[in-house]
């Protein structure tokens, strides 16, 4: 399954909608999905949301598309 992991790039400053990134990641669950970003970022993860096929194929054409591998 792909999920898409919405974070802020620094976990010691406070959240700020706007500097909100996401990443792609294959895993077997949104459980798994986060502790793989958690084990091996800083980031401060603010949500897991698994793509269903239809959200997969839209978040494709976006041409900065691409799986992140840890």
């Known amino acids: 399954m792909t999920f898409k992991v919405y974070f802020q ?3 010691t ?3 700020v909608r706007e500097n909100t ?3 792609y990641v294959e895993a077997e669950s949104e ?3 986060l502790l ?3 084990h091996n970022t800083n ?3 603010e949500y ?3 793509l269903d096929e239809k959200a997969l194929e839209y978040e494709k054409k976006n041409p ?3 799986i992140t591998k840890f």
């Open 36 to 38: 793989m970003v958690e």
């Open 13 to 15: 400053k406070r959240p």
């Open 21 to 23: 990134q996401s990443i």
């Open 48 to 50: 897991v949301e698994e």
């Open 43 to 45: 980031y401060n993860i």
């Open 9 to 11: 790039p620094d976990n």
């Open 31 to 33: 459980a798994e999905a």
């Open 64 to 66: 900065n598309f691409e």
